[in-house]
């Protein structure tokens, strides 16, 4: 277990990786997107996003198998991530404002840590890129360390048990339906993030609004002060916009 974080002064703030800390959905959507088309698989980026956004890399492979009929087997899975990792370390960028946001946190003794559905591998790359790594290590959660994927609420659990606090003491910051719908089955409260680059989807906006986070906000900048709002019990009425 790792240190527990009881001794705060507030609430656990647990970050998703990807759109949430770094904006790399719009490059890991085109190189599935790519890698699939070369296979004969014709899926276009709107309903990559509808069906993989948050979701785990077996999630993907399950759906590809179960529905397509395509079989995501090492070379392809290699390949995928062979080229995603590339176009990272050339394009990834942090988003905007986050690694301000993560040392005033730190600076209120506020616990941070990260649950993600991708690999522990492709986070720790991510944040390194991005200049953010030393700013969560060690805390950093995987999806690949539990059972279920999000919407399961598996690795928010896992993530809050392992830092010593209960459920109702965290708040999710999540950019996904997937995850958005696995920290309310945790009975944790969550923080919708729609500053990412692919907040721009067609239908990415609605179905956020359809799940009722309790907050909803585009600039990660105000997230101290959402935070704050929320410990002092003047957090806004469910799915209101913090804009």
Known sequence: MTDKASSSTGPLV?????GVLVDSEPLSVRVLVEALNRHGIDMAEEEAYQRFLGRSLATMRQVMDEEYDFHTGPEFLETLRID???????????IPGIAETLDALALRNLPRCVA?????????????ITGILDKLEPHIFSAAMVKNGKPAPDLFLYAADQMGVTPENCIVIEDSPAGIEA?????MTVFAFTGGSHAAVPGYRERIDALSPDLIFDAMPDLLHLVKNHMEGRGRPSSQRAV
């Open 84 to 94: 995603l990792y590339d176009l990272f370390k050339t394009d990834l960028k942090p």
């Open 183 to 187: 920290a309310q089955r945790a009975g």
């Open 14 to 18: 647990i970050f998703d990786c990807d």
């Open 116 to 128: 993600s559905s991708s690999q522990p591998e492709r986070i720790r790359l991510s944040l390194a």
